[in-house]
């Protein structure tokens, strides 16, 4: 891919997505249709052609039935913004830790390694942006803002200003990576330093195109090397995915190595669960028991956890599976992997209600556990939580799941079972929030409409917004919410407090 034309047209589709802001997630799956066609290498990009391709989509997209695999593609499409890449950074380099040991054997970089090399790209291009990055496309109406092809051309010096953002020397990014991660020593021995070297450039061979034909095959293969002036030269089109889709390379990395899989395998139902219990323990609660155990019970079984607050208390299971392994590539299997592992711990939550239940006489065991209440005195439910992210496939809403394509969930959950299916990564970010100490208000919140919950969120995050951000502190929304309830209305919500929307601060106020 040498042909000057593949770097230009990378550098405008890459000037277009940053400028279009709304229009990103439809503008990188027009990329990803175009990136294996010769005609994306030999052929200059131009407006129309995406504004037309845009244009069909939100076309098909009325005209049919929602397919599962196609809104689960859009929905990883979006995911980058969805992602706080440092917070993300930080819960992977947990997640994998005990996969650093097993790559270093093979003598392959660390995971540590890859993500570091990927926060140095992402903020090599996106930190400190010049004042004239900030003017980006504004609606002037929701019509506009409807319409997926209303995507404008940046100013010539906006894509200017943009093109060198993304376009990066090879050889200076190494440097860079060199510099970052050697011990600032003189005496160190010169081995690390080409050790380091290396590294670096192992690590921009595997994040490079790798020139298969899969449909979101840059999620992959986020950064394109190319040869400019006899120099070689990195192109970055969309950086906001590095470190924030970090989770699928680091999969598909660590499979490439059949020990270091194994021992991924053999672990990560310990470290998974390890994670999720420890952020459970530091929700304000009761108590908080952790592995408990079924005993004088005929059919022997146990609970990742037991959350007890004031007036419920919430049985938690943890699923390490990754449900995310193969994709992007294979978002088939996504559907068939959710519903699994959510039907096991669904069914693995009751089976823990009903021992619990059983035992509770008077001064009984959840008596003992909370010293306050007995079961029957308390509301009770469950929290599923899934190892990694994912959108939100089970919003509670019966017919918006049918919808999804995720409907057979509610054959196996009952109506009036209080059941949420959360991710570690909007666990771990959910209690980081102020409102943490209302968790068990929020959790009878959102799994008390019996499977009619009026809100549909892209991720818990979402839902966790819309309550304290608008249905807790207004009784005129409060009600609002209750009667669209009832007329089985469904509203769509992105808060202002996870997503940055201030370009669409003038479509708003105008209205």
């Given at each position: 891919?040498?042909?000057?034309?593949?770097?230009?047209?990378?550098?405008?589709?890459?000037?277009?997505?940053?400028?279009?802001?709304?229009?990103?997630?439809?503008?990188?799956?027009?990329?990803?249709?175009?990136?294996?066609?010769?005609?994306?290498?030999?052929?200059?990009?131009g407006?129309?052609?995406?504004?037309?391709?845009a244009?069909?989509?939100?076309?098909?997209?009325?005209?049919?039935?929602?397919?599962?695999?196609?809104?689960?593609?859009?929905?990883?499409?979006?995911?980058?913004?969805?992602?706080?890449?440092?917070?993300?950074?930080?819960?992977?380099?947990?997640?994998?830790?005990?996969?650093?040991?097993?790559?270093?054997?093979?003598?392959?970089?660390?995971?540590?390694?890859?993500?570091?090399?990927?926060?140095?790209?992402?903020?090599?291009?996106?930190?400190?942006?010049?004042?004239?990055?900030?003017?980006?496309?504004?609606?002037?109406?929701?019509?506009?803002y409807?319409?997926?092809?209303?995507?404008?051309?940046?100013?010539?010096?906006?894509?200017?200003?943009?093109?060198?953002?993304?376009?990066?020397?090879?050889?200076?990014i190494i440097?860079?990576?060199?510099?970052?991660?050697?011990?600032?020593?003189?005496?160190?021995?010169?081995?690390?330093?080409?050790?380091?070297?290396?590294?670096?450039?192992?690590?921009?061979?595997?994040?490079?195109?790798?020139?298969?034909?899969?449909?979101?095959?840059?999620?992959?293969?986020?950064?394109?090397?190319?040869?400019?002036?006899?120099?070689?030269?990195?192109?970055?089109?969309?950086?906001?995915?590095?470190?924030?889709t970090?989770?699928?390379?680091?999969?598909?990395?660590?499979?490439?190595?059949?020990?270091?899989?194994?021992?991924?395998?053999?672990?990560?139902?310990?470290?998974?669960?390890?994670?999720?219990?420890?952020?459970?323990?530091?929700?304000?609660?009761?108590?908080?028991?952790?592995?408990?155990?079924?005993?004088?019970?005929?059919?022997?079984?146990?609970?990742?956890?037991?959350?007890?607050?004031?007036?419920?208390?919430?049985?938690?299971?943890?699923?390490?599976?990754?449900?995310?392994?193969?994709?992007?590539?294979?978002?088939?299997?996504?559907?068939?992997?959710?519903?699994?592992k959510?039907?096991?711990?669904?069914?693995?939550?009751?089976?823990t209600?009903?021992?619990?239940?059983?035992?509770?006489?008077?001064?009984?065991?959840?008596?003992?556990?909370?010293?306050?209440?007995?079961?029957?005195?308390?509301?009770?439910?469950?929290?599923?939580?899934?190892?990694?992210?994912?959108?939100?496939?089970?919003?509670?809403?019966?017919?918006?799941?049918?919808?999804?394509?995720?409907?057979?969930?509610?054959?196996?959950?009952?109506?009036?079972?209080?059941?949420?299916?959360?991710?570690?990564?909007?666990?771990?970010?959910?209690?980081?929030e102020?409102?943490?100490?209302l968790?068990?208000?929020?959790?009878?919140?959102?799994?008390?409409?019996?499977?009619?919950?009026?809100?549909?969120?892209?991720?818990?995050?979402?839902?966790?917004?819309?309550?304290?951000?608008?249905?807790?502190?207004?009784?005129?929304?409060?009600?609002?919410?209750?009667?669209?309830?009832?007329?089985?209305?469904?509203?769509?919500?992105?808060?202002?407090?996870?997503?940055?929307?201030?370009?669409?601060?003038?479509?708003?106020?105008?209205?």
């Amino acid at each position: 891919m040498s042909s000057g034309v593949f770097p230009e047209n990378l550098r405008y589709i890459s000037s277009l997505g940053r400028y279009n802001t709304e229009r990103r997630p439809v503008i990188r799956q027009y990329f990803a249709s175009r990136i294996s066609d010769d005609e994306f290498t030999h052929e200059k990009l131009g407006i129309a052609e995406i504004r037309e391709f845009a244009s069909q989509k939100q076309s098909r997209a009325k005209d049919t039935a929602p397919d599962f695999e196609e809104m689960f593609q859009e929905s990883l499409l979006t995911l980058p913004e969805d992602i706080n890449p440092q917070d993300f950074q930080g819960y992977l380099l947990f997640r994998y830790s005990h996969l650093e040991e097993p790559l270093s054997d093979q003598d392959e970089f660390t995971i540590s390694d890859l993500l570091s090399f990927e926060a140095l790209l992402r903020d090599t291009i996106l930190e400190e942006p010049e004042p004239v990055l900030s003017d980006l496309n504004r609606f002037e109406s929701k019509e506009d803002y409807a319409d997926f092809s209303n995507i404008e051309e940046p100013s010539k010096q906006f894509r200017q200003t943009w093109n060198r953002r993304v376009t990066l020397s090879r050889k200076e990014i190494i440097k860079s990576f060199v510099e970052g991660t050697l011990p600032d020593d003189p005496a160190i021995d010169p081995s690390r330093h080409q050790e380091r070297i290396e590294t670096a450039q192992d690590i921009l061979e595997f994040l490079s195109h790798s020139g298969e034909n899969s449909s979101l095959d840059f999620f992959s293969n986020p950064v394109f090397q190319v040869k400019e002036s006899e120099e070689r030269k990195i192109v970055v089109p969309f950086p906001e995915v590095l470190l924030t889709t970090a989770q699928y390379r680091i999969e598909e990395f660590v499979g490439q190595f059949k020990q270091v899989q194994e021992v991924e395998n053999r672990e990560k139902g310990s470290v998974v669960e390890d994670l999720a219990q420890e952020l459970l323990q530091q929700i304000p609660s009761r108590n908080f028991v952790k592995e408990f155990e079924y005993i004088h019970d005929p059919n022997p079984g146990e609970a990742d956890g037991l959350l007890f607050f004031e007036d419920s208390y919430w049985v938690a299971e943890v699923k390490s599976h990754p449900i995310f392994r193969k994709v992007p590539n294979r978002v088939e299997l996504i559907k068939s992997r959710f519903t699994q592992k959510v039907t096991q711990a669904a069914n693995q939550i009751q089976n823990t209600m009903g021992y619990l239940d059983s035992l509770d006489d008077e001064f009984g065991l959840v008596y003992n556990l909370t010293g306050n209440k007995n079961s029957g005195e308390m509301d009770t439910g469950g929290i599923v939580i899934l190892d990694g992210f994912l959108p939100t496939l089970y919003s509670g809403n019966e017919r918006a799941d049918q919808q999804l394509g995720m409907g057979e969930l509610h054959d196996h959950i009952e109506e009036h079972e209080r059941i949420v299916v959360i991710t570690l990564y909007d666990l771990y970010q959910l209690i980081q929030e102020d409102e943490a100490n209302l968790f068990d208000e929020y959790l009878l919140w959102r799994t008390g409409y019996e499977g009619n919950m009026p809100v549909w969120g892209f991720s818990e995050r979402e839902y966790w917004a819309f309550y304290f951000d608008n249905y807790r502190t207004n009784d005129e929304f409060r009600q609002g919410v209750e009667e669209a309830a009832e007329k089985d209305i469904i509203t769509v919500y992105i808060s202002a407090r996870f997503n940055d929307k201030s370009h669409l601060d003038g479509l708003t106020n105008s209205e």
